[in-house]
């Protein structure tokens, strides 16, 4: 990826933005914890490594992939859950972002915008997708137990949306079910451990991708 013009200042910006955020100890741990996970995928995935970035950003989503690797992400993010929760899946979905080759700027003009949220759209299922298999790779899961993480985690979104208590993220389909039921389709062995999500009229694409998608089989994750 070439590097965009500016950088350098834009990334210093951060950086200081950054060192003023204060983590008690519990998120400092949560934050190493993801660390050494990022770095266990982008060596399998053989990409460049990525850079953590912890402060306040804008518009409703908890972490963004940037050009050059830095991922941003807001402290309540590091923030301990009760048992059996956790935000695992963020951290999955944007390294997907980054192996995907997805972390781009959104282009200035209104025609190539409407091209870009249609296409970005795209980007954030096929993300999805393949956040359950580096859940597998970074956290050492079978793929049945990363999936069944992303399911939940999903809809655990969408019922905060649904809700108003939290908003949808740029660049994502309006609707949450969109994005659950995609990755029933991408994952159609786990039908049994997933839960269909009743959806607004979905985009055409979609479908067209969940019949391309239903007829591979997803492969297994050796995590060792």
Same mark, same amino acid.
């Given at each position: 990826m070439s590097r965009p013009a500016g950088r350098g200042v834009w990334l210093a910006l951060l950086l200081a933005l950054a060192g003023c955020t204060h983590l008690t100890p519990a998120q400092r741990t949560q934050l190493h914890l993801w660390e050494r996970v990022a770095k266990r995928v982008t060596a399998h995935y053989e990409v460049s490594a990525v850079t953590f970035l912890v402060g306040a950003q804008d518009g409703p989503g908890g972490g963004a992939v940037r050009p050059g690797g830095i991922i941003t992400i807001r402290p309540d993010m590091l923030e301990p859950l009760p048992a059996g929760q956790s935000r695992d899946f963020l951290l999955a979905h944007e390294l997907a972002h980054w192996v995907l080759g997805h972390a781009y700027r959104r282009p200035p003009d209104e025609a190539a915008t409407a091209t870009w949220e249609v296409e970005q759209q795209?980007?954030?299922?096929?993300?999805?997708?393949?956040?359950?298999? @580096?859940?597998?790779?970074?956290?050492? $899961?079978? !793929?049945? &137990?990363?999936?069944? +993480?992303?399911?939940?985690y999903l809809w655990t979104y969408r019922r905060g949306v649904v809700a108003r208590q939290i908003g949808v993220p740029?660049?994502?389909p309006p609707d949450p079910c969109v994005e659950i039921n995609d990755l029933i389709r991408h994952y159609p062995a786990y039908r049994d @451990?997933?839960?269909?999500?009743?959806? $607004?009229? !979905?985009? &055409?694409?979609?479908? +067209?991708?969940?019949?391309?998608?239903?007829?591979?089989?997803?492969?297994?994750?050796?995590?060792?």
């Open positions: 795209r980007r954030e299922l096929d993300a999805n997708a393949e956040a359950v298999k @580096i859940l597998a790779v970074g956290w050492h $899961w079978t !793929e049945r &137990r990363a999936f069944f +993480h992303a399911h939940a740029a660049g994502h @451990i997933a839960e269909n999500c009743p959806s $607004w009229p !979905e985009p &055409r694409w979609v479908e +067209h991708v969940g019949r391309r998608e239903s007829s591979l089989s997803a492969p297994a994750i050796d995590a060792r």
